[in-house]
């Protein structure tokens, strides 16, 4: 079975420099209390690897390995496990909705913002599952879009909010999915789920600096604006517009913003 939805975000440089600001304390907090230094740990959907190597320091007679269908990212991935002088992590190419992994490999099985991207959530947590060892641990952390909030409250932002929902729709993934990921765990077969939220807040000028600049370019040049486009949810014009916006809002010395994720421990018994 291979993935049939489309990333959103794609790949564009504007979207690495994002996501490369992600680490083990800033997205996996309510993780790290449950590793043990000799656990084997698989993290799905790794992107350019910042949390990845960080999870590798935890873990320091256990292995990492890092698994991400866009493989033409992972060699900077290995570049950063090199500069860290990390050995105990790989990075390796492959779709997470057949995991070329015997079952019960891995003692953790973790995946950061991947299931809003996919067609069928359910199904990649029960792949994930069934390769993680009984007694073992699946986590997850997913961003629901509707619920971010910002100041100040830009009518383009909105607008910006709302293009994004029906991208994302399109491509066949479910942008909200923060509030559904403990029953998609349920679905997937799991009857110990611990559920909690946490947030990315934005309000010091350097963050806040930071995430309009990134939005400011991924407006206009990322996957998402190339969706928005193909699909006629917007003209080049309008994003141009939604670009500047951003621009506003991050030149406001009262902006802020949070991005709440819904994050699950689900144990394998």
Known sequence: MAEKATYTHGHHA???RSHG??????SARFLLTHLQPHMKILDIGCGPGT??????TYVPQGHVTGLEMAGDILP???????????TNIDFVAGDANALPYADESFDVVFCHQVLQHVADPTAILAEMRRVCKIGGIVAAREADYAAFMWYPELPGLKRWQELY?????????????GRYLHVW???AGFEEVDCAVSSWCFA???????W???????????????????HGFATERELESISDVWKEWGEDRDAWISIPSAEVVCRRV
């Open 51 to 56: 949390i990845t190597v960080d999870l590798a």
């Open 204 to 210: 010091r000028p350097e963050e806040v600096s930071w």
């Open 212 to 230: 309009s600049e990134t939005w400011r370019e991924r407006a206009v040049k990322s996957a998402f604006a190339k969706g928005a486009l193909e």
């Open 76 to 86: 900077a991935a290995r570049q950063l496990a090199a500069s860290r002088g990390l």
């Open 185 to 187: 765990a349920r679905r």
């Open 165 to 177: 929902d029906r991208v994302a729709r399109r491509n066949g993934g479910e942008p909200n999915a």
């Open 21 to 26: 600001q992600r680490t083990a304390l800033n």
């Open 14 to 16: 504007s979207v690495l």
